[in-house]
């Protein structure tokens, strides 16, 4: 490793209240994601009660002083924020045996929501997979396992699960975590992520990177927002084009202000929450598919905005139509878009 790497993360750890002992955490060989900037890993914490199972990331090799920067930048971020239910908390730190700082986060069992919602197909209903009682209320329904399902609660929360809310006779299935899901369900992700950002608001942190792939869902599908700053270059690499910095950019999710000027505010965020709430109602597709980066800012200056998903109602295209408005100062704040979320919820969708 580059002795200026080595610098930075001995100074940094200076300033890091929780160091671990190396030797309490077992890293695994599997790998959670990785990309230009890092790799994170599963492993597993020892500590006075048992394990804990975790999630460890490094940076690369052979990293440049800047990503260096940021990695610590980022630790010491982490730690000034504190804890939230809706923000990947840090558990701590440590060096390993070649003197690489890692950085130890709660590990969150269902992975990063856009390949989360990439496993969330919409089938069809015929007749022949449920058992019918009355019209349009499907009672039971005999899948693979040929496990019966109890009628009542539809949401993912309790799903055992039950038959989902009907649209256009289809219904969306996640196929790996073999769970139904319902709009609603898809919704409650979103105000979620809005319920983190008032936080992170609160905390005058800017993400700058808010976008599906740096989203995590924990234990009961709760969103954990991802390391803010240093997330960027973990996962996929092509929405990210190079800025004059050396930091890559994700065009797509950009305010025009951004684009422009390279300005990143709350403001900001919430355009870019508009842009993670069309990921979400369309279950992780990438957004403008046929534009390309560079005419991206062009396209979105003379007016031009994302399409309504189809599983999106008016209310919620709305909200996303808000955070795109070109002047900063008129788009909602996230305490308001999270009001506004909820109660689409609550008046049932
Ligand atoms: N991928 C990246 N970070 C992760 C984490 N904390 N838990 C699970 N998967 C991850």
């Known amino acids: 490793a580059g002795v200026g790497y080595d610098m930075a993360a001995l100074q940094g750890l200076d300033d890091v209240d929780v160091v671990l002992r190396r030797e309490d955490v077992i890293v695994s060989d599997v790998v959670l994601g990785h990309g230009n900037f890092g790799e994170v890993r599963k492993a597993v914490l020892k500590t006075d009660g048992g394990e804990l199972p975790v999630a460890v990331k490094w940076l690369r090799d052979h990293p440049t002083g800047r990503e260096s920067e940021r990695f610590i930048h980022e630790i010491l971020l982490m730690q000034t924020v504190g804890k939230h239910v809706n923000i990947v908390s840090m558990i701590g730190c440590c060096l390993d045996v070649n003197k690489r700082c890692m950085l130890v986060v709660e590990y969150c069992p269902l992975g990063d929501l856009q390949t989360y919602l990439r496993k969330i197909n919409i089938k069809s209903w015929y007749v022949n997979d449920f058992n019918v009682d009355r019209v349009g209320l499907p009672i039971t329904v005999n899948d693979k396992e040929n496990t019966m399902l109890d009628t009542g609660n539809t949401s993912l929360a309790t799903n055992g699960g039950s038959p989902p809310m009907v649209f256009n006779n289809c219904y969306l299935y996640h196929d790996e975590e073999n769970v139904f899901l319902t709009i609603e369900d898809l919704i409650r992700f979103a105000s979620q992520v809005a319920n983190g950002m008032v936080f992170l608001e609160q905390n005058h942190i800017v993400h700058r990177d808010l976008a599906a792939r740096n989203i995590l869902l924990s234990d009961y599908h709760t969103i954990k927002i991802c390391d803010f700053g240093l997330s960027r270059d973990i996962y996929e690499q092509n929405h990210y084009k190079k ?10 999710w950009m305010a025009l202000e951004s684009l422009k000027y390279r300005v990143y505010t709350t403001q900001s965020d919430v355009w870019s929450f ?62 308001s878009i999270k009001d506004a979320i909820d109660g689409i919820m609550e008046n049932q969708y």
């Open 274 to 335: 508009g842009v993670l709430l069309w990921e979400i109602m369309m279950l992780g597709s990438i957004p403008y598919p046929t534009i390309c980066l560079s005419k991206i800012y062009e396209v979105l200056r003379r007016g031009y905005r994302l399409p309504r998903p189809n599983l999106c109602c008016y209310r919620l295209y709305e909200i996303m139509l808000g955070c795109w408005q070109s002047n900063p100062a008129n788009r909602p704040k996230f305490a």
């Open 243 to 252: 800025s004059n910095c050396g930091d890559p950019l994700p065009i797509k």
